[in-house]
């Protein structure tokens, strides 16, 4: 029953910046982990970062120094700054979470966002 919506994706100039929102909604549940994945066309889907519910974090070597993912648990939204923004970052950006409530865990992707990065 878990919902992700995801936005902040658009078009930005090499070396801008964009920061995405993914919201959870549903019911009555926890966000335990959460996740950034993306897909440019001809590429497998790459994990971008993730956070833990105690707040640690990894990131994809690519990405490292430049983006930042963070989470609000009390409004249930993740989010990724994504700085110092390059071409190939352009890709479709998605949001995956790990959710527990009272019905149980559930893994729930988001619908994707598409940032494109322009030289």
């Known amino acids: 029953q878990v919902q992700l919506v995801e936005s902040g994706g658009g078009l930005v100039q090499t070396g801008g910046s964009l920061r995405l929102s993914c919201a959870a909604s549903?019911?009555?549940?926890?966000?335990?982990?959460m996740a950034w994945y993306r897909r440019s066309p001809g590429n497998q889907r790459e994990l971008v970062a993730r956070?833990?519910?105690?707040?640690?974090?990894d990131y994809a070597d690519s990405v490292k120094g430049r983006f930042t993912i963070s989470r609000d648990n009390g409004k249930n939204t993740g989010y990724l700054q994504m700085d110092s923004l390059k071409p190939e970052d352009t890709a479709v950006y998605y949001c995956?979470?790990?959710?527990?409530?009272?019905?149980?865990?559930?893994?729930?992707w988001g619908q994707g966002t598409q940032v494109t990065v322009s030289s």
């Open positions: 995956f979470a790990v959710t527990e409530g009272p019905s149980g865990n559930y893994n729930t």
């Open positions: 956070i833990t519910n105690s707040a640690s974090t």
């Open positions: 549903g019911g009555t549940f926890s966000i335990i982990n």
